[in-house]
């Protein structure tokens, strides 16, 4: 399993774009990479995933570069309620791995 | 929402008694995990399942154990309570395990006095 490295916490503000970025050195060729979102009180959430290049949805986006030894989350204009913690995950694509785990997380703070 | 459910929600038991948490799910996935959440820990992963009869230990297993003796539920037995495993636990169900998303229930807060 590749180790993932990601800030322990941020700050922001409503409105703003805000970018988390993941750190992964030995992702290996089948891993892909997965972002959750976790709430107070409440279980992690499915954000996004991709494996090279950029992936949006209707909650953020996921930028990759070429060497895929980094991610970043951008979340575009965020609310009060995107105060949460966000984990980045890598995994093997291929399933051969058994077991989800998760990381510290970044614990983001958002300011009115 | 995916159709996993955690029981009980909230236990307040006494140390030294055994605790059973169960989690039930209706997606019929193959896949099945109970972790736990501490401040300043995130989340640790306890032991998870890849089948019926079919389980394995995670990073923090000492003083559980499980079952799976049905795809729908995952039981997750604390031997005998201590104070340190006061926590949040929480199930996650999965299709596979490298591509795809995990979805979680809505966690245990278990106190042990």
């Known amino acids: 399993l590749a180790k993932t490295t990601q800030p322990i916490s941020m700050d922001s503000y409503e409105g703003q774009e805000v970018n988390i970025t993941c750190s992964h050195n030995?992702?290996?060729?089948?891993?892909?990479i997965t972002w959750y979102q976790q709430f107070p009180s409440q279980g992690p959430r499915f954000i996004i995933q991709g494996y090279k290049t950029k992936v949006t949805n209707e909650v953020a986006s996921l930028f990759i570069p070429a060497d895929r030894k980094s991610s970043t989350l951008s979340l575009p204009r965020v609310s009060l309620s995107d105060t949460a913690v966000y984990y980045c995950?890598?995994?093997?694509?291929?399933?051969?791995?058994?077991?989800?785990?998760f990381g510290k997380g970044t614990r983001l703070h958002i300011l009115p | 929402d995916a159709g996993i459910t955690q029981s009980p929600r909230h236990k307040v038991t006494e140390t030294g008694t055994p605790v059973t948490l169960r989690c039930h799910q209706t997606?019929?996935?193959?896949?099945m995990y109970w972790y736990r959440q501490d401040p300043g820990h995130g989340l640790r992963l306890i032991h998870y399942?890849?089948?019926?009869?079919?389980?394995d230990k995670g990073e923090v297993s000492d003083g559980y154990s499980v079952s799976r003796s049905k795809t729908e539920d995952f039981l997750l037995t604390l031997e005998s309570a201590t104070s340190s495993q006061t926590s949040v636990y929480f199930c996650?169900?999965?299709?596979?395990?490298?591509?795809?998303?995990?979805?979680f229930g809505q966690g245990t807060r278990l106190t042990v006095v």
């Open positions: 996650a169900i999965s299709v596979s395990v490298g591509n795809t998303e995990a979805f």
């Open positions: 997606e019929n996935h193959r896949y």
């Open positions: 030995n992702i290996a060729t089948n891993d892909y």
């Open positions: 995950l890598v995994g093997d694509g291929l399933g051969r791995d058994d077991k989800i785990i």
């Open positions: 399942s890849y089948g019926v009869k079919d389980t």
